[in-house]
Antibody, heavy 126, light 106 residues
Framework: QVTLRESGPTVVKPTQTLTLTCTFS??????????VSWIRQPPGKALEWLAL???????YYSSSLKTRLTISKDTSKNQVVLTMTNMEPADTGTYYC??????????????????WGQGTTVTVSS | DVQLTQSPSFLSASVGDRVTITCRAS??????VAWYHQKPGKAPNLLIY???TLQDGVPSRFSGSGSGTDFTLTISSLQPEDFATYYC????????FGQGTRLEIK
């Protein structure tokens, strides 16, 4: 059974750095075609993709946030860590991690986020 | 960046209705589209990937179609558990989500 769980602070102050950890089980991030992504959702608003790290340690970032984000993995611990610098109140919301799985269909690999964590709520306030 | 525009943003329908949600991309994205639904307070759940492939365990009343810039998600006969917010997502050029379609009971 594949599971993911987010952990980290519930409150951070403006200008601080947020560090979130995604601890997963049931799959290996060393397996070709696998990845872990972070997505966030401000209260009452839409989903926003943040970052992804794949089995080959390639990293990808939202163009609007890439100067503030760093994603890394510790394969031995089955963890993926996201840091976001210079937090501000607009960063308040629920942060999710999700498994990214590649599936080959007629010779083409298609990716999707097939299993999600329950999310962790982060409030930015002084 | 690829922008995704969903329509409608809000939809009111009854149990048993057939509903269609559309997702239009600002540039061609082949079939690199996934659809999710999300209930209040819960994480999103994958329904469709590769534009038209049903995720394991998802009921067959859900279907997806499209390629290039225009995509649709269809629910053939709405069930009470289908009332939720639906998001399309593109994974062709970086990753983006649509703004969501809220499906409510009429």
């Amino acid at each position: 059974q594949v599971t993911l769980r987010e952990s980290g602070p519930t409150v951070v102050k403006p200008t601080q750095t947020l560090t979130l950890t995604c601890t997963f089980s049931g799959f290996s991030l060393s397996t070709t075609g696998m990845g872990v992504s972070w997505i966030r959702q401000p209260p009452g608003k839409a989903l926003e993709w943040l970052a992804l790290i794949d089995w080959d340690e390639d990293t990808y970032y939202s163009s609007s946030l890439k100067t503030r984000l760093t994603i890394s993995k510790d394969t031995s611990k089955n963890q993926v860590v996201l840091t976001m610098t210079n937090m501000e109140p607009a960063d308040t919301g629920t942060y999710y991690c999700a498994r990214v799985r590649g599936t080959m269909i007629r010779g083409v690999v298609y990716y999707s986020m097939d299993v999600w964590g329950q999310g962790t709520t982060v409030t930015v306030s002084s | 960046d690829v922008q995704l525009t969903q329509s409608p943003s809000f939809l009111s329908a009854s149990v048993g209705d057939r509903v269609t949600i559309t997702c239009r991309a600002s540039q061609g994205i082949s079939s690199y589209v996934a659809w999710y639904h999300q209930k209040p307070g819960k994480a999103p759940n994958l329904l469709i990937y590769a534009a038209s492939t049903l995720q394991d365990g998802v009921p067959s009343r859900f279907s997806g179609s499209g390629s290039g810039t225009d995509f649709t998600l269809t629910i053939s006969s709405l069930q009470p558990e289908d009332f939720a917010t639906y998001y399309c997502q593109q994974l062709n050029s970086s990753i983006t989500f649509g703004q969501g379609t809220r499906l409510e009971i009429k």
